[in-house]
């Protein structure tokens, strides 16, 4: 006869304790949760405008992914403001960082998504549904840059300034 010991949950590994350490309990989840809304409303928007765009002016999908990610980047600041970091005050301070962290994907996703266009054209059966699809793996690999960037960047909290001296007060 067996006897059942109560399972215990596994224990994460070490690498993944270090790494989340410095995140506060509950951000990256709210991080998560904003992030999956502002991902499906600017792949939403992005498919939408190459939709409209892309038969109508060549590379349309280019010139899409460039107002999807102008859109969103703006929604997303006032969620992660808000929800996620909750900072306070800074609004012009903050949403100029956060565009700052927002433009290096951006700018990769522009430079890269015509590659990948090109590649999953010629090197798959994809042709139409291309640029949905390489706008779709682009987004993955932005996740994690962009939390880190908006983590450490866009809504760090303030050094504090030099103690007042009580005795001059």
Same mark, same amino acid.
């Given at each position: 006869?067996?006897?059942?010991?109560?399972?215990?949950?596994a224990?994460p590994?070490?690498?993944?304790?270090s790494?989340?350490?410095?995140?506060?309990? &509950?951000?990256? +989840? *709210?991080?998560? %949760?904003?992030?999956?809304?502002?991902?499906?409303? /600017?792949?939403?928007?992005?498919?939408? =405008?190459?939709?409209?765009?892309?038969?109508?002016?060549?590379?349309?999908?280019?010139?899409?992914?460039?107002?999807s990610?102008?859109i969103?980047?703006?929604?997303?600041?006032?969620?992660?403001?808000?929800?996620?970091?909750?900072?306070? &005050?800074?609004? +012009? *301070?903050?949403? %100029?960082?956060?565009?700052?962290v927002y433009?290096? /994907?951006?700018?990769?996703?522009?430079? =890269?998504?015509p590659?990948?266009?090109?590649?999953?054209?010629h090197g798959t059966?994809?042709d139409?549904?291309?640029?949905?699809?390489?706008?779709?793996?682009?987004?993955?690999?932005?996740?994690?840059?962009?939390?880190l960037?908006?983590k450490?960047?866009?809504? *760090?909290?303030?050094?504090?300034?030099?103690?007042?001296?009580q005795a001059?007060?």
């Amino acid at each position: 006869m067996t006897v059942n010991s109560p399972t215990t949950a596994a224990a994460p590994p070490k690498w993944l304790g270090s790494l989340t350490s410095h995140i506060p309990p &509950g951000q990256f +989840l *709210r991080y998560v %949760l904003v992030g999956g809304w502002n991902t499906v409303f /600017g792949y939403g928007l992005f498919a939408l =405008l190459t939709a409209i765009l892309d038969p109508r002016i060549p590379h349309g999908y280019v010139v899409a992914i460039l107002l999807s990610n102008l859109i969103s980047i703006s929604v997303a600041f006032l969620g992660y403001k808000w929800f996620v970091f909750k900072t306070k &005050g800074n609004y +012009l *301070r903050e949403w %100029l960082r956060c565009i700052t962290v927002y433009s290096g /994907g951006v700018l990769m996703s522009t430079i =890269l998504l015509p590659i990948l266009v090109y590649l999953l054209r010629h090197g798959t059966r994809l042709d139409r549904s291309a640029p949905y699809v390489g706008g779709a793996i682009l987004m993955v690999f932005n996740v994690l840059y962009n939390f880190l960037g908006h983590k450490h960047f866009s809504f *760090r909290p303030q050094a504090p300034g030099p103690p007042i001296d009580q005795a001059s007060a």
